[in-house]
């Protein structure tokens, strides 16, 4: 069966580092990866979609790559600060339908 | 700035009751998604809708039903709510990525 997943474990790093966060699927190919960003007791909320045929998509401070050699994709938070804690998510369109499947997402905590 | 509005944050029910779940989104968008959201097992899919009285099913909809009357609100029924279903319930609609409402955490008693 399709499987998008992340890692469960909380990644904490320094502020100032870059945070890289993994999203790996398995038993399909998307034709593109979403990332989301979800506060305590919110909505997610939409931050990148990366096709298949990019290797590379920037936004201000992060930077997503599609490997689909190696069915990942990877997001990074440069210059990370406390207020990008959060978890973050990813998301891919199955072989049918507009549905997303979401991974179960990686919580970040960036220390002061 | 588009939205998608969900009716209540918090909502406390009996076991057994009838309850009422809404969301309208302002952008146009046709389709639309209920998820709910419990620890460990991350977002679920319940029901979707592509168009105005289009639903499919999703991966659990066991329990619950959904209307979609107007292109803008889509609503998510349980039936008769019982305790497993205490959870986060979160609507979305579809743009370039989905647009997520804030949120109803259903407490069933």
């Known amino acids: 069966s399709q499987k998008i997943e992340q890692n469960s474990e909380a990644l904490n790093i320094q502020e100032g580092k870059t945070a890289t966060l993994t999203c790996n699927y398995t038993?399909?190919?998307?034709?593109?990866l979403q990332w989301y960003r979800q506060d305590p007791g919110r909505g997610p909320v939409f931050l990148l979609l990366?096709?298949?045929?990019?290797k590379e998509k920037r936004k201000e401070r992060l930077k997503v790559t599609f490997d689909t050699t190696l069915k990942q994709s990877l997001f990074h938070i440069t210059a990370s600060q406390p207020a990008d804690s959060a978890t973050y998510l990813c998301?891919?369109?199955?072989?049918?339908?507009?549905?997303?499947?979401f991974g179960g997402g990686t919580r970040l905590m960036v220390k002061p | 700035d588009v939205k998608v509005t969900q009716s209540s944050r918090y909502l406390v029910k009996r076991t057994g009751e009838k309850v009422f779940l809404e969301c309208v989104q302002d952008?146009?968008?046709?389709?639309m998604f209920w998820y709910r959201q419990d620890p460990g097992l991350g977002l679920r899919l319940i029901y979707f809708?592509?168009?105005?009285?289009?639903?499919e099913k999703g991966d659990i909809p066991e329990g619950y039903s959904v209307s979609r009357e107007k292109k803008e609100r889509f609503s998510l029924i349980l039936e008769s709510a019982s305790t497993n279903q205490t959870s986060m319930y979160l609507c979305?609609?579809?743009?370039?990525?989905?647009?997520f409402g804030s949120g109803t955490r259903l407490t069933v008693v």
């Open positions: 979305a609609s579809m743009g370039v990525g989905y647009t």
């Open positions: 990366i096709r298949e045929n990019e």
């Open positions: 952008m146009d968008h046709e389709n």
């Open positions: 038993n399909y190919s998307p034709a593109y």
């Open positions: 809708s592509y168009d105005v009285k289009m639903k």
């Open positions: 998301a891919s369109r199955g072989n049918a339908g507009n549905m997303l499947t």
